[in-house]
C-alpha cells in the first residue's frame, strides 16, 4: 500500500493548498494552523515513504506511448525529497510570521504550498518527462511567488524569471527527447540510458545536445550566462528567496542536471569529451562570477542571491567532474548548502522584517540589538566560507577531492576556482558580520535602539538549522556513506 | 455502410446549398442554419473518419461517375477526413465564441451574408482537402479566397478595408502563381486528375524530360500556396487582416484558411509530384529556411507588438513558419508533426483569439497592453482561456503544443546532422521568443489594474464561455490523449503515399 | 599516572572555554574581577602546558569529520616547543595587559578573545595532522582579527579586514595544495622527514611540487613573507599594545609553525632540496630580511618600525628552513624563541611608552630614556639582542644561521645568505638603537626643567624585564635549548646532533 504514497504526497499539498484561499477559517492564527497541518501531515507521509522506500514505480497517467508521468524512489530521490520535506514545515512556519505584514496571504500560501507538491514531484520522478513535465509545472507555480508584492520590479523580476526558465526548458527538452528517442529504457538507470542504445551518429552532435540540456537545466541552477534571473527575483517575499530561490527551485535545477549526467546521458560516456570540458569551463567561471558579483552589491539580500549563484555552481562543477566521487560532492553541497544558505536568508529575512533595513551599510551595530538573528547569521557566513566544523567545509573538501582524483586539469582548476570564491566569500560576509559587531567607534547605538531579535516563530527555525549545520560539519558520515552508495549506483 | 462513401460530398454540397438559402434568410436563422449545417458537417465528417479506418484504404469517389480525364473525383482517407472534422468543429467553436462580438461588429441586415460568405468559406475547405482534381482545387481556392476577403472587411471600418484590400492582392498573386504552375504541370502531363498526373510525373522525370518546366511548376505551385498562407517572408498581409477583422473571422481565417492551403500543398507533394521528386527539386530545403526564419522572426514581431490581436496575428506567423519547417525536413515523421500542428495550432490560435476578444470586452475595447492590465480579473473565463492557449503555445507539457513541439524534436532527429541542429536550436529559440510575449501577456492581463473597466461574468456571454470551455477541454485532449490522433495521421499519410 | 591525553584536550579546550564563558558573564563593576578571572586562566593553562613538556607522547583523536579527515592531537618536540614559548610570551603579555587596558573600552571582549586565542594557538601547535593544523590556522584567524581591530577606528577596522583577507587568501592557497596531498600522501599525519607516497607520486612531480609550494607560499602570509606581507605593518601597530606584542611575537609564528610542519613533516626535506621551491623561497626570505630591515629604517612611527622589522626578522627564521640543513633548522627553531621574547618586549615597551606619555613617533622619546629607565633598558636589552650582540639569543641564533648557510654548499645563497643578515643586523640596529640613544642621551637642548620620572606600573615593567632576561639566558646558556632543539631536527634528518 505504501506504493500509494508516491502519488499521494505529491497530490496532497497541490490538490490541498487550492483550499486555503477558499476555506471557511476566518482568525489568522486558525488558518496557519491549517496551512502548517497540511505541510507537516505531508511531510510525515514523505519520511514514512523514504524510510519503506518501495521498489516498484507508480504510474499517474501516461501521456503517449512512452511518455507517463512515474514516480519512483531511489537515492537521488530520497536525498531530495528529504531535504525538501525538512525544510518546508520549518521554513512554513517561519513564514507565518514574516508574511504578517504583507497582502494576499492566503494566494501567497496557496502556491507556496503547492510548490511543495511539485518540488516533490521532481524529486520522485522516475523519468526524464516527469522530471521535465514537473520542471516546466514548477515555474507556472512560482511565478506568482515572485509577482507576489506586484510592485514593478516585483512584475519585472516575475518576467525575467519565467523567460528565463521557459528558455531553460526549452533547451532542456531537445536533451528529454533524444533520451526518450535513444535511450535503451525509459526510466533513469545510474550510469545513463544511452550506451548499447541506437544513437549510432556522430558523437559530437550527443555531446551538443548534452551541452544544450545541460544549460537548459542549468537556468534554474542559475548559471553564467543565464543566472541573470536569480538575483533579481530576490524581490520576492523571504520566505520566496530563502526556500525557493536558494533550495526547493534552484536546486531542482541542480538535481536535473544530476540526473541527466548521471542517469541519463552517463558519466562514462561524456568524460573526457569537450562537451565535459564546456560545461565544466562555465560552472567554474560562474563560481567565480557570483562571489564577485556578490562582493559588488550591496543589497543584502542580492548580495546572498549572488553567492546562491555561485554555490549553485559548486554543484554543478561536481556533477561535471563526471565521476562518482564528483557526485558524492555535489550531493553534499546540494545538502550542505541548503541549510546554510536558508540560514542566511532567514536572518537577512528577520532583519527585513523587524528594520525594513536592506543594504550592507545601513546594519551598523546590529549585532549588539539583534545578538540571536547575527550569531546565527556568523554561523552561516562561517559555514559558507567553508571553516572545518561547519557543514561547507565538508562538502568543498569532497568536491575538491573528487577534482584532484580525476585528472583532469580543468578540474585543477576548478578547485582554485573554489578556493577563490572561498575567499571572495570571506568578503562579502566578512564586511556585514564586522558592521554588525564592530561598528565604528563613535557609533551611537542610540540609532538603533528599537531593534531587536524576531520573536521565537522566526528563531525556532533559524535555531534548527544551525543545529543541523553543525551536525553536518562534525559528523556527517552516515550521510557521506549513502552518498557514496549512490554515486556508485548501489541506491 | 457503403453510404458513408457519399458523405464528403454531401457535406461540400450542403454546405454550398445553404450558401444560396442563407442569402434569402434574415441574419437570425442564416446563423441557426449555419449552425445546423456545420453540426451536419461535423458528424458526416465523423462518418467518413469511421468508414475510412474500417476500410483501411483510400477511396475514390467519381463525381457523376464519369471516369477521368472528362471526370471530376474526390479521394479521400482518414487524414481527408480527420481534417474536415476539425476545422468544421474549430469553425463551429470560433463561431459560437464570437457570435455577440459579430453582432457589434456588423450591420443587423448584413449579418446573414456573413454566413453565407461562413457556409461558402466551409464548402470550399472541404473542396480542398476532398478533391482530387487540380482544377477543382484551383477554383476552390478562388471561392476561399474571396470568402476570407468578405469576413476580413465584414465589419467595413477602415482598417479592415485596407486590410481586407492587402490580402487580396498578395492572394491573387498567389493564385496567380498557382495557376502558371497548374498551367505548365497540365502542358506537361495532359492531365488534371492527381493520380493521372503522378503517373505521368514519375514516366518524365525518369526519363529526363521537361526537367525544367516540372521544377518549374514544382516552384511556383509551391510559392502560390506559401505565399497565400503567409509563409515567411510573404506574411505582410496577414497581420492587418487578422488584427482588423471580425474576431470570428480572424479566429477561422488564421486557424482555417491558411491551414486549408497547406493541408492542398500537402497533398501535392504526395499525390501530384510525390516526395522524391519534391526533395530533388531542392524545395524542401527552401521551406525548411523559410520556415524556421518565419519561427524567429514572426516571434520578433510579435513581441515588439502593442496591440494583443496583431500580436497573436504575429504568432501565427510564426507557428505557421513551424509547419513549413515539418514539410522542409522531408520525412514521414516531419509530415506527421506538421499535420498535427495544423490541428494543434488551430485549436490554440482561435481559442487565443477567441479569448482575446473577451478580455479586450472587459478593457474597454481597447486592444494595447496598458488596458489590458488586470483584464483575466474582471473576465475570469476568457483569461482563463487566454492562459490555456498561450501555454500550450509556449509548450509546456499537458497541452496540445506540447505534443507538436516532441513531435518536430522527434522528427528532427531523423533528420542529417546539420537540419537537426538547426531545427533543434531554432525550436528552443522559439519557445523562448513565444514565451516572452505569450506569458508576457499572461502576467499583465493577470496583474491588479489601477484603471476600473467594467466586469464581464460568465453569464453574460454565456455562448463565448462555452467555447472557450470546450477549446479548453480540445487543447487538454489534444496535449494528454494525442496517441490516437497521431495513429490516425500516421495511417492518413500511409494512405496518401 | 598523570593522564597527558586529557591535559592535552585540556590546554587548548580550557583556555577557548574560558573565554567563551567570559562572553557570557555580566560586565564586572570592578576591572580586577575580570582581570583575576582572565589572570587564573592563563596561569592555570601556562601550568597545563609546562605539564605536557614533560610528557613523553600523548595522542588523542577527537572527532571523525569523515573518513580520511580526523581532528587528530599528537604531542610532539616541534609542537611542546611551539607550546613553550606561546605559554610564556602569552602569559606575560597577558599581565601587561591589566594596566595597559585601562584605557580602551570593551575590555571584558578584549579579554575573552585573548583567552580564546591562547586556546587555539595550543591546538595548532598540538595539532597532529595537517588538517587538524588547517582548521586551527583558520581559526586562529577568525579569532585574532577581534584584538586587531579592538578600538574600532576606521584605521583598525580596515587593517583587520586586510589582515583577515590576505590571512584568507593564504590559507586557502594553502587549501589548494592540502586537497592534492590528500590524494598523494599516504597518511596525513605529521611525521618527521615527510609523508609522500613515492609510488602514487611518480609522475606527477611537477604538480606535487607546485602544490607543496603553494601550500608554504599560502602559510608564509602569515608569516609576512614578501609578497605578501603588506598586512602586516598595518595590522600589528594599530592593535593594543599587548596585543600587537602578541600578534607579532607569536600568530606569526603560527604560519612559521605551519611551514615546518609542511616542509618536513609532510613534504619531507630530500623532496624539496635542490628544487624550485628552495630556490623560491630562499630568495624570497633573503629579499623579505632586507627590505624588512630598510623599511623598518625609514619608518618613523615606533609600532609600525618594529612591524616591518617582524617581517624582516620571520624571513630570518622562513631563510634557515629553506637552507633545510639541521643547522639551519636549529638556527630557525632559536629564533623562534628569541625573536618571540624580542618583540613581544619591544612591543610591551613601546606600549608603555604609548600608555605613559602618549607619544608615538620615534622623532618624540627624546629623552624617554631619563623619564621610564626601566622600561628603556629592557628595551635595550632586547634590542641589542635582536641585533645579535653576543651573549644575546639573537646572537646564537644568527650564529647557527649563518654557519648553516655556509654548509649547506646552495650555490650562490650560501654566501650571500650570511652577507644579507649581516647588513639587516646593521639596519637593525640602525632602527633599533636611535630609541636608546636619543632616550638616554638627549643632548644639551633637552628641557630638563620639566623633566620628571614617570613611575611604570609593576604590571607593566615586570614582563618586559623577564623577557629580556629570557632572551638574554638564551644566548648565555643556549644548551639546554639546542640540545632541545636537537631532538627535532634528530627525527627530522635522522642524524644525532
Redesign the interface.
Known sequence: MIIYLLPITVLFPILASVLIPVVPIKSRRGITWFIEAIVIVNSILVWYLLWGSPDQSFTLFKFTGNLSVTFHIDGMATVFAGLVSFLWPLATFYSFEYMKHEEHERVFFMFYTMTYGVTLGIAMSSNIFSMYFFYELLTIVTTPLVIHTLKKEAVDAARKYIYYSMGGAAFAFIGMVFIILYGTTADFTYGGVLAGGTFARNINVLYLIYVFSFMGFGVKAAIWPVCGWLPKAGVAPTPVTALLHAVAVVKSGAFAVMRLTYYCFGADLLRGSWAQYTVMAFSIFTIVYGCSMAVKERHLKRRLAYSTVSNLSYILFGVTIMTPLGLVGALAHLVAHAFMKITSFFCAGAIMYKTGRNYVYELDGFGRKMPKTFAIFTVSAFALMGVPGLAGFISKYNLAIAAVYSDNVLAYIGVGALLCSAILTAIYMFTIIIRAFFPRDDFDYETIKDVEDPNYIMILPLTIFVIVIFILGLHPQPLLDMFVKIAVGNL | MEIMRNFPCISIILCMCSAIVSSALPGKWARRLNVTIVLAVITLSGGTLVYSLAKGYETVYKMGRFPAPWGNEIRFGVLEAIMALFFSGILLLSVLGGSKKLKEDIDNFKENLYFVLLDLLLSSLLALIYTNDLFTAYVFVEICTIAACGLIMASERGRAIEAATRYMIYAQIGSGLLLFGLCILYDITGHLLMSNIKTQVIILASSGQYHIPLVISIVFIGTGLAIKSALFPFHAWLPDSYGYSPVPSAAILSSLVSKGYIFLLLKIFYRVFGLNIIQESHLFNILLIFGLAGMIFGSVSAILEQDIRRMIAFSSVAQIGYIYMGFGMGIRSGMVAAVFHIISHAASKSLLFISSAGLTDASGKNKTFKDLTGAAYRNKIAGAAFTTGALSMVGVPLFSGFISKLLFAKAAFETNAMTMVATLVCLAISTILNAVYFLKTVARIYTPATTEYETIRFKDNIPFGVACILFIILNLILGLASDPLVEFINRGLMMFS | MINFNMILIASFLFPLLSGVLLFAIKEQADRKVTFAYTGLSLVITGVLNMILLFADSAEVKL?????G?DIVFRLDTLGKYFMGIVSLVWILAGFFSYTYMKHE?NEKRYFAYYLIVFGVLNGLGAAGNL?TM??FY??MT?SSF?LV?H????ES?MA??KY??YS??GA??A??GL??M??YCRTLDFIPGGVIDQVAMSGHET?VLVCICLMIMGFSVKAGMFPLHAWLPAAHPVAPAPASAALSGIIVKGGVLAILRVIFYIAGPEIIRGTFIQYLLLTLSLVTVFMGSMLAYREKVLKKRLAYSTVSQLSYILFGIALLNPAGLTGSLLHMAAHAFIKCALFLSAGAIIFNTGCTRVDELRGIGKKMPGVIWGYTIVSLGLIGIPPTGGFISKWYLASGALSSGIKGFSYAGPIVLLISALLTAGYLLPVTINGFFPGDDYDYENHKTIKTSFYMIMPIIVLAILSVLIGMFPNGLTEFIGSITGEIFNTGF
Not at chain 3, 578600538?151 to 576606521?154: G, L
Open positions: 572527532i571523525t569529520l569523515m573518513n579527515i573600552k588538517i588547517y582548521a583558520e581559526f577568525l577581534p581591530l578600538n574600532q577606528k576606521k577596522v583587520a579586514l583577515l583577507f584568507f587568501f586557502y592557497m587549501l589548494f586537497f592534492f590528500c590524494r604538480l
